[in-house]
């Protein structure tokens, strides 16, 4: 049963520290999407790639979030330094793009996500 | 700007009760549209989609939904809704070849047992 695996599943550090998160996307899927998840603002999408490449990282803050592929099965995005407010869930999703895959515009695939506390 | 409305953002209900929960969107050219669920604690998985064809999609664990196009609508339904259904929805819409999903911002559902 293939999936999406996202490490950790919880972190919690203290303000100002870094923040990698990993996510292992379903083997074959050439496009990675990360979101964050709050009360407040609901499901934003912050980046996303296709065959390793940034299409669009409009919705991350620049100075402090960075996402990368360094390989077709590891996205990484990373906080430094941490702040308060980026107390999120954070969701990675893959899929393929459309016009592959069975359907036309194929489904996003979830993973677990991480659940990051920044005290 | 496209967009997604999810008219409302906390439903309660009885256990049988029969649901449907709103979904609009703005964008006019073709879509692909999706219903995905989040139970608590849990990450949103895949309720059921629509491309083509049947405007009547029949997804997971009995709910449905309906595809009208003269209304940029995506209503969501279940004739009888249980205590496991308590989970927040979210409609998404993307446009055929586009690979972003713009989500809606989510129906918090809760039945009463």
């Known amino acids: 049963d293939a999936r999406v695996t996202q490490t950790p599943r919880h972190k919690v550090t203290e303000m100002g520290q870094e923040v990698t998160m990993r996510c292992q996307p379903i083997?074959?899927?050439?496009?990675v999407f990360w979101y964050r998840q709050t009360m407040m603002q609901g499901l934003e999408l912050l980046a996303y790639f296709r065959n390793r490449a940034p299409l669009d990282d409009s919705g991350m803050p620049k100075d402090r979030f960075s996402a990368e592929m360094p390989d077709a099965t590891l996205a990484t995005l990373k906080i430094q330094p941490s702040e308060p407010r980026d107390s999120a869930v954070y969701f990675c999703?893959?899929?393929?793009?459309?016009?592959?895959?069975?359907?036309?515009?194929?489904?996003?695939?979830f993973g677990p996500g991480t659940r990051l506390t920044v005290l | 700007a496209q967009s997604v409305s999810q008219h409302n953002h906390h439903v309660i209900l009885s256990e049988a009760a029969s649901l449907e929960l709103g979904c609009n969107y703005s964008?006019?050219?073709?879509?692909?549209l999706f219903w995905y669920v989040q139970y608590p604690g849990q990450h949103l998985q895949l309720l059921l989609k629509?491309?083509?064809?049947?405007?009547l999609v029949k997804g997971i664990k009995g709910f449905e939904a309906e595809f009208i196009k003269s209304k940029f609508s995506f209503n969501l339904r279940k004739p009888s809704v249980q205590w496991s259904d308590t989970a927040e929805y979210f409609c998404?819409?993307?446009?055929?070849?586009?690979?972003?999903?713009?989500f809606g911002k989510g129906t918090r559902l809760h039945i009463l047992p």
């Open positions: 083997l074959g899927h050439n496009t």
């Open positions: 999703a893959s899929g393929l793009p459309p016009g592959q895959g069975i359907n036309m515009g194929d489904t996003q695939y």
């Open positions: 629509y491309f083509s064809g049947d405007p």
């Open positions: 964008y006019g050219g073709t879509v692909n």
């Open positions: 998404a819409v993307t446009p055929n070849r586009d690979d972003k999903i713009i």
